[in-house]
Nanobody, 124 residues
Framework: QVQLVESGGGLVQAGGSLRLSCAASGRTFFNYGMGWFRQAPGKEREFVASIRWIGGSTSYADSVKGRFTISRDSAKNTLYLQMDSLKPEDTAVYYC?????????????????WGQGTQVTVSS
């Protein structure tokens, strides 16, 4: 049973930074892909960034490219999302997700496991 637990959300002013963490347990994530998605009030959940656990290949949504960095610590089985130059439109609940078989694409359907989410609020 894969478990994903996000942390690190909070309230920050525009231009500030936050680092989200996602602690993963229940599997060896050797051949997994992992991603971050977000859902703002009244909007659909959308892709933010993803990483292939082996090799570290990454993918980013255009809206966060150059501001957000996804990474992972294999020793700690933890996924991170460093968010810099935050904007009010980044306000959302951020979800961590995991996919077997090394999938790290942008489709939610490719991810079988999800965390409970962490709230990020960016004030103007």
């Amino acid at each position: 049973q894969v478990q994903l637990v996000e942390s690190g959300g909070g309230l920050v002013q525009a231009g500030g930074s936050l680092r989200l963490s996602c602690a993963a347990s229940g599997r060896t994530f050797f051949n997994y892909g992992m991603g971050w998605f977000r859902q703002a009030p009244g909007k659909e959940r959308e892709f933010v960034a993803s990483i292939r656990w082996i090799g570290g290949s990454t993918s980013y949504a255009d809206s966060v490219k150059g501001r957000f960095t996804i990474s992972r610590d294999s020793a700690k089985n933890t996924l991170y999302l460093q968010m810099d130059s935050l904007k009010p439109e980044d306000t959302a609940v951020y979800y961590c997700a995991a996919a077997s078989g090394g999938y790290y694409g942008r489709s939610m359907a490719g991810y079988a496991y999800w965390g409970q989410g962490t709230q990020v609020t960016v004030s103007s």
